[in-house]
């Protein structure tokens, strides 16, 4: 079983930066994918950057040159850099963990981009 608990969103102006962490509990984090997705008010969740063991990475377009996922197994944390926020990146940021076939959510964290 794994639980996860993300962090560090809120509102931040267009241009600017935030961080999320997803902290998980279990002993599997090391062996599992870990990810970012987001929602935004009326859509569907959709992927915004993943990261595997020993680290590889991946991007939606969107995210690509603003954004940065890392992970530290040594603290079982997942983070997402953000910079360069744009209004369009308002959304609830939610922290998924795969692992073999299970599939693990937390609970989210609002960003919100706005003057």
């Known amino acids: 079983q794994v639980q996860l608990v993300e962090s560090g969103g809120g509102l931040v102006q267009p241009g600017g930066s935030l961080r999320l962490s997803c902290a998980a509990s279990?002993?599997?984090?090391?062996?599992?994918?870990m990810a970012w997705y987001r929602q935004a008010p009326g859509k569907q969740r959709e992927l915004v950057a993943a990261?595997?063991?020993?680290?590889?990475?991946n991007y939606a377009d969107s995210a690509k040159g603003r954004f940065t996922i890392s992970r530290d197994n040594a603290k079982n944390m997942v983070y997402l850099q953000m910079d360069s926020l744009k209004p369009e990146d308002t959304a609830i940021y939610f922290c998924k963990a795969t692992h073999l076939s299970n599939i693990y959510w937390g609970q989210g964290t609002q960003v919100t981009v706005s003057s």
């Open positions: 279990g002993s599997i984090f090391s062996a599992s994918v």
């Open positions: 990261i595997g063991n020993p680290g590889s990475t």
